[in-house]
Nanobody
Framework: QVQLVESGGGWVQTGGSLRLSCAAS????????VGWFRQAPGKEREFVAAIKWSGGSTDYEDSVKGRFTISRDNAKNTVYLQMNSLKPEDMAVYYC?????????WGQGTRVTVSS
């Protein structure tokens, strides 16, 4: 019952910043845990960051700690991923995921390109 749409991807230089958005429609997802994942060409999809429904208890993959920040605005049914100090290694398609118990939803992804 939750539809997710990612946006905010683009092409930036090394050291630049982007803010990704994950907007939910169809119903509120304030009770869902939300995470960001990414997949580079030829690579497996990997975990990036996650946030609990309450907005606390965030978690980050080691390579993005100190550079990325996940947050959410439940009133807007939106989760954000602020990406600073971007590196070529961050280049991938980023996907939003929402989970609540056995319920699991994915967006179509937004592409992030980082030039070196």
């Amino acid at each position: 019952q939750v539809q997710l749409v990612e946006s905010g991807g683009g092409w930036v230089q090394t050291g630049g910043s982007l803010r990704l958005s994950c907007a939910a429609s169809g119903r509120t997802f304030s009770s869902y845990n939300v995470g960001w994942f990414r997949q580079a060409p030829g690579k497996e999809r990997e975990f990036v960051a996650a946030i609990k429904w309450s907005g606390g208890s965030t978690d980050y993959e080691d390579s993005v700690k100190g550079r990325f920040t996940i947050s959410r605005d439940n009133a807007k049914n939106t989760v954000y991923l602020q990406m600073n100090s971007l590196k070529p290694e961050d280049m991938a398609v980023y996907y939003c995921n929402a989970q609540w118990g056995s319920l699991d939803y994915w967006g179509q992804g937004t592409r992030v390109t980082v030039s070196s």
